[in-house]
């Protein structure tokens, strides 16, 4: 038996009332404004899902665009990640480095410390989704950036040592017995930053940067000799 003609249509009818899903629409903007809209959406998929779920159509969804969207921006999915690997690691070592004192500077470790923690609150608060990768790691993070985030640390612990080692040479009279170890000092200054630097992400408030800076002035000053 076929359909009535006032069947068929209601159901046409009822078929076209019915709303459609949209895609994402995104508005025009400019290539190099879209890539960084792209980079901080994939930035944000890892720090709160992982690597693993790190993926094109993850990205589209967290950026409120289709995914023609994203390969308009990027190749394909290597590609956008290898960009937001550069683009991070020059935002964490750059500011890393204005942490540390001009090294033909005045030398006193108590403006030092002072001046690092001081900015290391600073960067923590203005962008805590990148050293959340950097101090809180996922467990799944490829091993590419973990060698990348370490090569990172371990050449601002040299600058670090640099700038303990001209504060040594410059300490006023002899100095018998034990000399102190630019390189432990070093390992042992940024070791501390970093903990209290998860603590900041993981317990916003608990050490506040004033008490911090007060404790290590104290214990630099015991450790440090005076200089000239």
Known sequence: MSASPSSSASSSAS????PRKRRPYAPRVPIEQRREQLLDAALAVIVNEGYD???????????????SVVYGAYENLDALLSALLDRQQARA?????????DLHGPRDPAAFVSEAVRRMSAMLREDPDT????????????????DRIEADRERFRLRVEAWISLALADRSGPTPGPQLDAQVLAHALVA?????GR????????????????QLQVILGAVLPRMR
Do not use: Y
């Not at 050293?131 to 973990?146: F, Q």
């Not at 501390?192 to 209290?196: D, G, P, R, V």
């Open 131 to 146: 050293w959340r990768l950097i101090l809180l790691p996922p467990g799944n993070m490829p091993t590419v950036v973990r």
């Open 15 to 18: 078929s076209e009332d019915r």
């Open 93 to 101: 070592f750059e500011r890393l480095l204005q942490t540390i004192p």
């Open 192 to 196: 501390c930053a970093e903990h209290f």
């Open 53 to 67: 779920r790190v993926s094109i159509d993850a990205i589209a969804k967290r950026a409120e665009v289709a995914r």
């Open 199 to 214: 603590l900041a992400l993981t317990d916003p408030g608990r050490f506040d940067p004033s008490r911090l800076i007060g």
